[in-house]
């Protein structure tokens, strides 16, 4: 990988350009026309259905770590959090110092945005040549299955790379709101890669300056569906990103992650943020670590919105297996080196399909 530094400069000053999404339909306002009927482009064949597969009482096993003991060293909070990234890929953070206020904040003034008029949303509409806005991501074909949800997307780090004509100023102060948040995540983010980098047997800076430049926000709606069972929020899928920091609503059950063959949900624990480890991590660790797959699901009678940051490198960034990870059960390396943008580019050219994305990066045997 490149070299780090602790606030990597951006050259280029452009944001970038990601790879457009084909428009489809706004979830929220079909169910607002017709809240009994699930349109045939939505429904999922039979063994993508909800309830085939869960093993819920395997929720209370995913592991929750501290992360004020983690930025102490502590070294038994750090093996839980090795523990976690090698057997879960996923992770509940208590501790994190985002105030509760902060994240209440947030999900009011986004829960107002999100019942608002369509016309005033689509304000923000996701342009034909952008991810970026309100709208739909990974949609590249008319047949394929849509999921139930809507979504707000933004870049919020670099600053650079914000365009702000995609930042709601309804409800008022939202805009400083998402910046507040996404800066509380951000540092929530450089600690856990200290703790990542130390696990993987790093200096525990190694990773910042890095991913620390590019954050994107992806706020998820999932309107209540009349039939749960016969759609998915959003498909099953692993994450392009170094971790994926989100926030869950307190009360209403959506995630579910892929663990032991079966689906395992991500109860909310409150105020905790739950955290993921993404492609680069998996690649980076040699698979050691794993980006696992996951999906949500949706509710009967409730909407549920959730709060996805995903921190990535930034384009230029060449990611491949650490050669000192590299030991005697796994002796070569499973992935190639590859130039992070483009891994992003030609996993948004493909629907979310489990980890099927992540075959580019694989070493063919
Ligand atoms: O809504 C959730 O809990 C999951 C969202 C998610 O996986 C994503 O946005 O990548
Ligand atoms: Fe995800």
């Known amino acids: 990988m490149d070299s780090y530094s602790e606030e990597t400069v951006v ?3 452009d944001a970038p350009t990601y790879v457009p999404s084909i428009p489809v339909p706004n979830v929220q306002e079909l169910v607002r026309k017709d809240p009994v009927h699930v349109p045939e482009r939505y429904v999922r064949n039979q063994e993508d259905r909800t309830q085939v597969n869960e093993i819920p009482h395997l929720s209370s096993e995913i592991p929750v770590v501290d992360l004020s003991l983690l930025s102490t060293g502590d070294v038994k909070e750090l093996n839980k959090l090795d523990l976690a990234c090698k057997d879960w890929g996923f992770f509940q953070v ?12 947030m999900k009011n003034a986004t829960t107002e945005f999100f019942e608002l008029p369509l016309e005033e949303k689509n304000k923000y509409a996701m342009p034909s040549d952008d991810i970026q806005g309100y709208g739909h991501a990974y949609v590249v074909s008319e047949e394929q299955t849509l999921d139930w949800s809507d979504a707000l997307i933004l ?11 995609f930042w709601p100023s309804i409800p008022e102060g939202y805009t400083e709101i998402i910046d507040t948040y996404s800066k509380g995540v951000k540092n929530v983010g450089k600690e856990l890669l200290r703790s990542i980098s130390t696990i993987m047997g790093m200096d525990k800076d190694a990773f910042l300056g890095l991913h620390n430049e590019l954050q994107a926000l992806r706020m998820n709606y999932y309107p209540a569906c009349y039939r749960p069972d016969h759609v998915l929020g959003i498909s099953p899928h692993s994450d392009t990103s170094t971790i994926t920091i989100l926030m869950q609503e307190d009360q209403i059950n959506g995630l579910q992650i892929k663990h032991n063959g079966g689906w395992v949900p991500v109860n909310p624990v409150p105020d905790a943020l739950v955290v993921n480890v993404g492609d680069v991590i998996e690649i980076l660790s040699n698979g050691k670590y794993k980006s696992i797959e996951h999906r949500a699901v949706t509710n009967e009678n409730k909407a549920r919105i959730s709060y996805a940051s995903f921190i990535c490198p930034l384009d230029h960034v ?3 297996p ?4 590299l030991d005697s059960q796994s002796p070569n390396k499973m992935y190639k080196k590859v130039r992070y943008g483009d891994y992003l580019r030609s996993s948004m050219k493909r629907r979310m399909e489990g980890k099927a994305h992540t075959e580019m990066a694989k070493v063919e045997i």
Do not use: A, I, S
């Open 11 to 13: 050259e280029n000053v």
């Open 322 to 325: 650490l050669d000192h990870l």
């Open 94 to 105: 208590v501790n994190h110092r985002v105030p509760k206020e902060v994240l209440q904040n």
């Open 155 to 165: 870049v919020v780090y670099p600053t650079q790379y914000r365009k702000f004509k």
């Open 318 to 320: 060449e990611v491949e």
